[in-house]
C-alpha cells in the first residue's frame, strides 16, 4: 500500500478543479509501448518521431500506414488498465475534471472517462492526407492504404504528426484549464513533446498544486509539489481510494 501526505489528500479533496494531463506511460500497463521506448520488432529501427511526420507519410506513405496499422493491430487487443478506470471514476467524484490526453489510443474512452480532450488526435480514425475528409478507419489489417471518397487523396490516421499545429480550439481548453485549475496532475508523461509539455509548467505557474505520477524523473518533477514515483496503473486506484475514503 502506497502513503500518501495528508495534505495531498486533503488538497485533492478540497479541489474546485482539478486538470490532468496524461502521456503514454498511463497505458503503459495495459501493454501499449510508450512512445519513446516502445519500438519493438520490426519497427525497432526507427525513430518514432521520425516515422510521425507529414515527410515521412509524403516520402513512404506505405511505410508509415504499416506502422499505424501495426499500432492499431496492438492496441484492438488491449484494455484500459486500473489506472485508467480510476481517472474515470475520479469524474464522478470531482464536479469539476479536465482530463488532456497526448495519447492517440483511445483506452481513457473506454474505461468510461467524458469530455476527453486528445490534444494528438486519435489513431483509431482516418483522415484524407490531401483534402482532411474524416473517413472510418480501415480494418488494422487492411495492407493497401485507402483512398478518400471525396478527392481521393490517400487516407491518413487522424493524429498529430510532428510539425502539424494542434487543432486550436483543445489547446485553448487545455490552457484555460491549466490556468484556472487548483491541481494539476502530469501523469505518465516525459514533458518533452510541445505545447502540451508546457501546460503542467504553466498551471505551476498560475498557482496550481502540481503532482506528477511517474516511475521516472521528468522536466517537471522539480516542478511538483508532490511527485507520486510508480506507475500510475498502482498508484491512482490507490489514491482514488484515500481520496473517496
Ligand atoms: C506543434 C501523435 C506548431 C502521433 C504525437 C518547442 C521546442 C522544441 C520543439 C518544438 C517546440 N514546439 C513544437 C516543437 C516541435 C515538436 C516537439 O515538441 N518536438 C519535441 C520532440 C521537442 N512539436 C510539434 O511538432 C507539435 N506541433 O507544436 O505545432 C509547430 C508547427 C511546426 C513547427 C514547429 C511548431 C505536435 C506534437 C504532437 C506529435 N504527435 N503523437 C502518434 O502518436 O503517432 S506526440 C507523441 O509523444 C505521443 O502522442 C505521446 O503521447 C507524446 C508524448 O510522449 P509521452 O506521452 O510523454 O510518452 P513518452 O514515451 O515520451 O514517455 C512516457 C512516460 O511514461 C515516461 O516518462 C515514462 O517514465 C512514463 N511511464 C512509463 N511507464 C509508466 C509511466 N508512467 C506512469 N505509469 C507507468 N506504468
Ligand atoms: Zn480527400
Known amino acids: 500500500m502506497i502513503s500518501f501526505p495528508g ?34 520488432g520490426l519497427w525497432a529501427q526507427y525513430n518514432p518521431q521520425e516515422l510521425a511526420t507529414p515527410f515521412a507519410f509524403q516520402t513512404n506513405p506505405q511505410l508509415v500506414w504499416d506502422w499505424y ?53 486519435n489513431i483509431l480514425r482516418d483522415k484524407c492526407f490531401n483534402c482532411d475528409a474524416a473517413f472510418k478507419a480501415a480494418p488494422p489489417a487492411k495492407k493497401s492504404i485507402p483512398r478518400c471518397p471525396r478527392c481521393g487523396g490517400l487516407a491518413r490516421p487522424d493524429v498529430v504528426w510532428f510539425g502539424e499545429s494542434l487543432d486550436s480550439d483543445k489547446l485553448n481548453l487545455a490552457w484555460e ?58 498508484i491512482l486506484p490507490q489514491l482514488l481510494d484515500k481520496i473517496a475514503n
Open 7 to 40: 495534505e495531498l489528500i486533503e488538497q485533492l479533496r478540497g479541489a474546485q478543479h482539478i486538470a490532468i494531463l496524461t502521456g503514454a506511460g498511463t497505458s503503459a500497463e495495459s501493454g501499449v509501448p510508450t512512445f519513446r521506448d516502445g519500438q519493438s
Open 69 to 121: 496499422q501495426w499500432r492499431r493491430e496492438l492496441i484492438a487487443q488491449v484494455s484500459p488498465n486500473p489506472g485508467h478506470f480510476a481517472l474515470a471514476e475520479m469524474q464522478a467524484i470531482f464536479h469539476h475534471i479536465t482530463l488532456i490526453s497526448q495519447n492517440v489510443d483511445g483506452l481513457h474512452q473506454r474505461a468510461g472517462s467524458q469530455n476527453v480532450i486528445e490534444l494528438h488526435g
Open 177 to 234: 484549464a491549466a490556468q484556472n485549475c487548483d491541481v494539476f496532475l502530469s501523469i505518465g508523461t516525459s514533458t518533452v513533446v510541445q505545447p502540451a509539455a508546457s501546460l503542467p509548467v504553466n498551471a505551476g505557474e498560475n498557482g496550481a498544486v502540481l503532482i506528477e505520477i511517474n516511475p521516472q524523473p521528468t522536466p517537471v518533477t522539480r516542478l511538483a509539489a508532490y511527485v507520486l514515483q510508480g506507475p500510475s496503473g498502482e
